[in-house]
């Protein structure tokens, strides 16, 4: 009972931190709209999260061992210091008259009792979600296999250590003479592992069930984030909730809550969380904004190895936003080079980020339909996001969605040409990787799908919808 | 409007699924591992299953059972198996009391992995009764495949309804698979509860706008906001079925693991004697990390052996079962070998052997529970 304390207090610590790194660069922002604060404790995580394991990497690099005090204390203090800055900022802010921010209760319009329920009801099963799945993580030890075979392989050795070590291939291992380690994929980010060392350094034992804490974390985390998202960019809370409530309902996601261990529902979360701060910043257009993004976008990199083609996704939504003229010329002209590029490539059967490439365009649709619409794992997200883009085509393409838009489309892209040219269409035929890397976009997709909804049934409801009709849907 | 659309639906579906009779007079006839019989072919039972790895001689692989049923009452077979390679040849094999010598043969569609239903409506050799079924596999096989059994089914009307929510609501316990797909229910279904809830929600849009479009010349709003409250209730549909797995899944966890610390979750765990056994090598080897090589037949014990024994410096093929260069060798290494065909310990020469002819000297420091220890001299 004292490690899981230990274990919930060193977690606690890392999104505290998180809260105040992003608080700071909140606070720096005139007038917060409702949801930033969601927004802030959801983001907070990721943040803290992030950093973290940079912190550690530091550590390492310097020879300081992991512990308790070399990891926690540093991170206690900048928590404390950034709290203090938030502070300080919100009580100047509370004394200047132009600073003042005005929460008084009369911004915000009373929702019905219905409606009051409704949002209530959907906390309590999101609850119910939660909890069903933190048990599953405390209880499974490390259980999925490329878990134990190359991502906990180096928390363990690290751990144990005490400092990071190098990982190698085979042949480098062979010639390293018990200098490097192995494990099945060397190269990986080292984040996710960090994860687990900090679990195991707060829990003070190796355990390979709680360390898996942080998966369940990122998961309420991402909720949270999401429903702070939409809170900030108009939505009203019981409209935020639906959002949280169906991005924590896609079943694939909660797998890999469950059966904690694998990079790819971190990776997803970096990436939403990514894309919705570029948007943010593309509507908002200042350095705070600007800076989140940049922390999340970087972050991708860290998790898994296709986050730099993730990251990179971001652009042309950042070229819209920058230019809106000349934009959508340029997103053109480069998504033409890119497929170009992959014509010239395929014909030299180069072998980029671990994938071969070559123009063999034999994609597997059948098994990629039973993927997506047939088999449970989206529910029914990709009905919505085909449905979304063909009704929403005028209201995607407008200025407040069109950076959105963009990052959707780029990332779907680069899953297209990934399924359709490269041997990642061996996974789409026996279903094992296809669905992990969709889930690196599905968060995204359905949270840009919801915004797209919302914004038609606003434009439609400029002119009032028949009461009747009301009535029967309901 | 839900419910309307949803009972539309299903009716749609019975008047396509159903040919013969709506309403017949017998029930469906299920039958599990224990009847099955394996003529051919190598598998071993665990729990319900019948886990099949490998062919016979021939290639080819066989499971039947002895049956006695009119063929006439049942025109609907369903195997329930999964794991099979796309490609692979599989078919529906059956004997009847009218033609006795005749060995009848229906190809089988396989998708996901799983074996689809024979629909036998209308085969002139499903006739009188049928007395053996069976279950044909072509080639080799790579990776296991997992059979439950065998269903003969009336294929009334209320029965496939029910069936389609049977297969709906199976309860689906994770396992190596679940990290990459949820099936959404059982392994084989006809009708996928997304597409028909996707197939309601158009259905509820259609008719939003035949509702609107004759007394609106604004549909829009009407028709936006029905389809989007119908889409929720679809959607939270789907999800109560996931929670209610989750939740199924949640108490068989329980069962498995709670209370236990974590070398206890071990010992409880999907490999639960390997565990015990690097337990014991580990306290063989040295303190500081020393070049452990890990060896066996099947790439999961490899993995997890090595998982196991770390933060020792371990080496091993994840995806080959290959032994190590012996020439690499030396001494002071360690050799974890593990359910491995093919190295043999001369304890008198105090050396080992395997594949190719290669020879390590070497001691032996632990044998156990299907492993052993050695340290390179």
């Known amino acids: 009972m004292i490690d899981a304390a230990r274990l919930l207090a060193g977690w606690t610590l890392v999104w505290a931190f998180g809260i105040a790194l992003v608080a700071v660069l909140d606070s720096a922002q005139r007038d917060p709209p409702a949801g930033s604060r969601m927004w802030t404790i959801g983001s907070g995580f990721f943040a803290g999260a992030f950093v973290v394991p940079v912190w550690m990497r530091a550590l390492s690099l310097t020879g300081i061992r992991f512990s308790l005090l070399a990891i926690g204390l540093p991170v206690l203090i900048a928590t404390v210091a950034l709290g203090f800055i938030v502070l300080r900022r919100r009580a100047a802010a509370a004394r200047h008259p132009l600073l003042a921010i005005d929460t008084s209760p009369t911004n915000t319009p009373a929702m019905s009792k219905r409606r009051r329920v409704v949002m209530y009801g959907l906390i309590a099963w999101l609850a119910l979600r939660f909890i069903t799945l933190l048990l599953d993580v405390w209880w499974t030890p490390l259980y999925p296999w490329d878990a134990w075979i190359q991502w906990a392989t180096k928390a363990r050795v690290w751990y144990s250590l005490g400092h990071i070590v190098p990982f190698g291939r085979s042949a480098e291992w062979f010639a390293a003479n018990g200098s490097l380690w192995f494990d099945a994929s060397p190269n990986y980010p080292a984040t996710v592992p960090l994860w687990q060392v900090w679990s195991s350094v707060a829990l003070g034992r190796w355990d390979d069930a709680l360390m898996n804490l942080p998966w369940w974390l990122t998961f309420v985390a991402l909720a949270v984030a999401i429903y702070g998202a939409l809170r900030v960019h108009g939505f009203d809370a019981l409209s935020a909730t639906i959002a949280a409530w169906l991005t924590s309902s896609l079943p694939l996601a909660n797998v890999h809550v469950a059966l904690a261990g694998y990079a790819d529902l971190p990776m997803a979360a970096y990436y939403t969380l990514a894309a919705l701060a570029t948007w943010r910043w593309s509507l908002e257009r200042n350095l705070p904004n600007a800076v989140i993004a940049l922390l999340f976008a970087v972050a991708c990199l860290t998790i898994k190895t296709p986050g730099i083609v993730w990251a990179l996704t971001l652009a042309p939504g950042v070229v819209l936003a920058l230019m809106p003229q000349r934009g959508p010329r340029i997103v053109a002209t480069a998504i033409a080079v890119v497929l170009l590029v992959l014509a010239v490539l395929a014909q030299t059967h180069p072998v980029v980020l671990g994938y071969r490439l070559h123009l063999d365009f034999a994609p597997s649709w059948q098994a990629l339909v039973d993927s997506l619409f047939l088999l449970g794992n989206w529910h029914l997200l990709w009905y919505a996001v085909v449905v979304v883009a063909i009704v929403g085509w005028n209201v995607l393409r407008a200025p407040p969605l069109v950076s959105l838009s963009a990052t959707v489309a780029s990332g779907l892209l680069f899953l297209i040409i990934a399924f359709a040219f490269t041997n990642a269409r061996n996974w789409v035929a026996d279903q094992t990787t296809v669905n992990r890397a969709v889930l690196h976009i599905a968060p995204l997709a359905l949270t840009w799908a919801i915004i797209v909804v919302q914004a038609l049934l606003e434009r439609y409801r400029r002119v009032p919808a028949p009461v009747e009709l009301i009535a029967a849907s309901q | ?377």
Request: with cysteine.
């Open chain 2, 1 to 377: 409007m839900f419910v309307a659309a949803l009972a539309l639906c299903l009716l749609g579906y019975i008047v396509i699924a159903v040919p013969g009779k709506w309403f017949p007079s017998v029930t469906e006839r299920a039958s599990g591992v224990a009847q099955l019989t394996m003529p051919r072919g190598v598998a071993t039972r665990s729990a319900d299953e019948l886990i099949v790895t490998r062919a016979a001689e021939d290639g080819n692989t066989v499971i039947s059972l002895t049956t006695d049923f009119r063929a006439l009452d049942y025109p609907v077979v369903q195997w329930i198996a999964a794991g099979l390679p796309v490609d692979a040849r599989v078919a529906l094999l059956w004997q009847t009391d009218v033609e006795p010598a005749r060995v009848n043969k229906r190809t089988l569609n396989v998708e996901s992995g799983q074996v689809q239903a024979a629909d036998l409506h209308g085969d002139p050799h499903w006739i009188g009764r049928v007395v053996g079924l069976a279950l044909a596999v072509q080639g080799m096989i790579d990776t296991p495949i997992r059979v439950r059994g065998v269903i003969a089914k009336p294929a009334g009307a209320v029965d496939t309804l029910r069936d389609r929510a049977r297969e709906w609501m199976m309860p689906e316990p994770w396992t190596g698979a679940s990290i990459n797909t949820v099936l959404g229910g059982s392994d084989a279904q006809r009708l996928p509860l997304p597409l028909l809830l996707a197939v309601v929600i158009a259905l509820c849009a259609l008719i939003a706008w035949l509702l609107l479009c004759t007394r609106a010349r604004n549909w829009r709003p009407g028709v936006a906001s029905a389809v989007v409250s119908v889409a929720l209730v679809a959607w939270f549909v789907l999800d109560a079925r996931w929670t209610v797995n989750l939740l199924q899944q949640a108490r068989a966890t329980a069962l498995q693991f709670a209370g236990k610390d974590a070398n206890e979750k071990l010992l409880a765990g999907q490999d639960r004697d390997l565990f015990a056994f690097i337990e014991k090598a580990r306290a063989q080897l040295p303190q500081q990390p020393a070049r452990v090589f890990v060896v066996a037949d099947a790439d999961f014990f490899r993995g997890r052996a090595a998982y196991h024994l770390y933060p020792q410096n371990v080496w091993y093929e994840p995806y080959r079962n290959a032994l190590p260069p012996a020439d690499r060798l030396h001494a002071g290494d360690w050799l974890v070998v593990y359910q491995r065909r093919g190295v043999a310990y001369d304890a008198a020469k105090k050396s080992l052997r395997w594949d190719g002819d290669v020879t390590v000297p070497a001691e032996l420091k632990l044998l156990d529970h299907g492993g052993a220890l050695f340290v390179v001299r």
